[in-house]
Structure formats: structure tokens, C-alpha cells
């Protein structure tokens, strides 16, 4: 039992090494230089355009629109989606568009067979728009003052032609505290963020969809959405098929450039989570793996740090884990009573992981937004 216990300490000390690299050296985009009122010459005026794929986002779509508005000269448009909303999400673009006449709302097609809904929005999206840069934002997403002025300013400094923020998230329950967190966690305990900056492996593709920049000429020479239509997590398979095919991918500490509020439930985080979990992964090997590390290392360890204390590696361990989630709760402003509440989080996580799994493998797929997905995965 010392000898399982100090090898679990090993690993959750590694892993307190790459969250503390993380939220140390991981960069956020540059701050804008001059004021709006000297960029009326600006190279970039009118060459991002704004794409929003909605699908019954009538709590979201209007103060999503006013911020993309509120970025100024460099938005040349901004092109709404709708993609078969049954709410009123069409009818606050439309007012939206009477009043600006950047915004453009897209009348849905029928979704072909082996797309997901949100990749064939985008690839719609992106086959009207105009602009030079395509930022594609989730209708939950909000960007701040100069954001994609810094976005872009940040891709040509950087020769980057795919760029994302990771976005602030914002948390106003008790369950999206609790749980929300543990994104960044699962992220950022396994993801070296600085070594994507040095290295170009496609392994290191990161990105987040609710916010991300891509040059139009790569995107279209490298296929775009249709190169990952069938993949729910698109933005990292992304992020991924653009480094293989040799460009540059970079993806920022974007708090102080965007923020969302992805679900506002338990309910919501539940079927969010459960779509994405198991089919973020290609093998089922890693999936496993994956699952083992969060209940042999993140925690398992809160409870073998009582049940047998002369294996005092169990309690290093969680000590350890507890670091990282304090170390996570400072680099992104989250509640610290949230770090104590961590076992429950992490059996909400191994719960969800399990739930996926069972769902794609057994035929019943994963549900979002009334669509299904992995339905044959299991077959």
C-alpha cells in the first residue's frame, strides 16, 4: 500500500508541476494600443467578419450581437445562423439587422447526413462571409471592449492562421460553480499551454470554439468544418488538422478578451459534458486511461488519506490535488470555497465519463439540442 501510495504522489506531483506551469507561462493576447478613434485608417477596418451559429439561443443571441457591434471599424459583418431555431432567436437578429446593417441572418438548410449541427452552421457561415479573418462566436459568448481588434493584431504579429481564446467562464449557481471549474482543470493539469507556443505538433492543437479566429485563405485550403464535420469537438479536431497540414495554431488565455456562460444547470452541464466526454477521444484505450488517472490520483486519495494514514502518500497526493485547483481557482477568478468541494466534482466527472461511454458504445448516442449523435458507435 506505501508503494501504490508514493507512486500516486509521483504522479499527482507531476501533474501540480504542469498546472503551475500553466498559470504562470501561459500568455494572454496584448493589450490594444491607441484608441478607436486612430484606427480610422487601419489595415484590418472591415476585415474580420463574425459568425454565429445559433440554434435556440433566444436567451443569448442579443447581448452576444451587441458585443460583436461593439468591436467597431475592424467588423465588417456580422452573419447569424439560425439554425431551425424553434424560439424567437431569428426574430432578435432580424431586429438586430433593422437597426445595423452589418448583421445578416442565414436561412437554415437541411442538415446532410455525417454533419454535426453547430460544423455545418459554421461551414454556411463561412461560405457567405466576406472577411479576410473569420472569428467564429458561440451565440453564449461575450466579447469585451477591442477583443478582436487584439485577436487579430495578435495573429499577424504571431504568423498564426488559426487563433482561439479560452475564454472567462462565468458561473452563477451553485452547480455551475461546483462543477464548471473542473473544465479548466481537466484541461490544464494534463495540457502543456507554454509548449504549444515553442512547438507546431498537431498532438498540441488546442482551441476553444466558443471564441476562434481563423485566417478565410488557410481555412478554406485546408477544408475547414468539413474537414472535422462529424467531430462534436470540433475546435480542438480543428486545431489539430490545421498543424498537420503544416499552419500555425496558437490558443491564448482569452478572459480578458472573452467570456461565456456555457450551462445554467445541473441538468445542462450534465447533457453539455455527456456529449462531448467519450467522443473527445479516438481510442478507447485513452479514454479508460483517462478515467483511471481522475479515480486512482484526483480521487481516490481523499479517502485512502484516512482509511490507511501510514501510507502517507495518499495524503501527499491529495494535498497536491487541492493545489492544483487553487493554483486553477487564482489564474481563472474562481471561487476559492470551490477547491474544498473537489470530490464531489470529481465523482460528478468519473460519472459523466462513464455515462458517455455507455451512452455512444451502447447505440442510444449522446443528445444536444434535439439532435443525436453516436448513435452507432457501439455497432
Known amino acids: 500500500m506505501l508503494i501504490l501510495s508514493l507512486a500516486v504522489f509521483v504522479v499527482a506531483l507531476a501533474l501540480l508541476g504542469v498546472t503551475l506551469w500553466n498559470a504562470l507561462a501561459w500568455p494572454g493576447l496584448r ?32 447581448g452576444c450581437l451587441e458585443s460583436a457591434l461593439a468591436q467597431g471599424r475592424v467588423v465588417g459583418e456580422v452573419l447569424v445562423y439560425d439554425d431551425h431555431s424553434t424560439d424567437r432567436t431569428a426574430e432578435i437578429v432580424a431586429s438586430h439587422a433593422r437597426r445595423d446593417a452589418r448583421v445578416r441572418l442565414l436561412t437554415p438548410e437541411r442538415l446532410p447526413p455525417g454533419w454535426c449541427g453547430k460544423n455545418f452552421a459554421c461551414a454556411r457561415l463561412a461560405a457567405e462571409a466576406r472577411g479576410r479573418w473569420l472569428l467564429f462566436l458561440d451565440a453564449d459568448a461575450r466579447l469585451l471592449p477591442r477583443a478582436a481588434d487584439r485577436m487579430t493584431a495578435e495573429a499577424e504579429s504571431r504568423g498564426a492562421t488559426l487563433l482561439s481564446c479560452w475564454p472567462a467562464l462565468e458561473a452563477r449557481g451553485f452547480w455551475e460553480k461546483a462543477l464548471m471549474p473542473m473544465l479548466n482543470f481537466v484541461v490544464f493539469t494534463l495540457y502543456p499551454a ?13 482551441a476553444h470554439g466558443a471564441c476562434l479566429l481563423a485566417r478565410r485563405d488557410v481555412y478554406e485550403a485546408t477544408g475547414g468544418h468539413s474537414a472535422v464535420s462529424d467531430a462534436i469537438n470540433e475546435d480542438v479536431r480543428l486545431a489539430q488538422h490545421w498543424r498537420a497540414r503544416g499552419h500555425a495554431t496558437l490558443c491564448f ?42 479515480f486512482f490520483v484526483m480521487l481516490l486519495p481523499f479517502a485512502l488519506a484516512f482509511a490507511a494514514p501510514r501510507a502517507w502518500g495518499f495524503a501527499a497526493a491529495a494535498g497536491c490535488v487541492l493545489l ?56
Not at 200 to 206: E, I, K, N, P, Q
Not at 273 to 281: G, T
Request: hydrophobic share 45%.
Open 253 to 294: 488565455d482569452g478572459q480578458g478578451a472573452t467570456r461565456v456562460r456555457m450551462y445554467r444547470s445541473f441538468a445542462e452541464i450534465w447533457r453539455g459534458f455527456q456529449k462531448n466526454y467519450y467522443p473527445a477521444f479516438r481510442r478507447g484505450a485513452s479514454f479508460w486511461l483517462f478515467i483511471a488517472l481522475h
Open 194 to 206: 507554454p509548449l504549444s507556443f515553442r512547438r507546431a505538433d498537431a498532438s498540441l492543437g488546442l
Open 324 to 379: 492544483m485547483r487553487a493554483t486553477l481557482a487564482w489564474k481563472f477568478a474562481q471561487p476559492w470555497w470551490t477547491v474544498l468541494l473537489h470530490p464531489l466534482a470529481e465523482c460528478v466527472l468519473v460519472a459523466l465519463g462513464v455515462s458517455s461511454w455507455w451512452r455512444c458504445r451502447s447505440g442510444r448516442g449522446v443528445v444536444w439540442k434535439g439532435r443525436r449523435y453516436r448513435e452507432a458507435e457501439g455497432v
Open 31 to 62: 493589450p490594444a494600443t491607441g484608441g478607436e478613434e486612430d484606427k480610422a485608417d487601419a489595415p484590418l477596418d472591415g476585415q474580420v467578419s463574425i459568425l454565429i451559429p445559433a440554434r435556440d439561443e433566444e436567451p443569448n443571441i442579443g
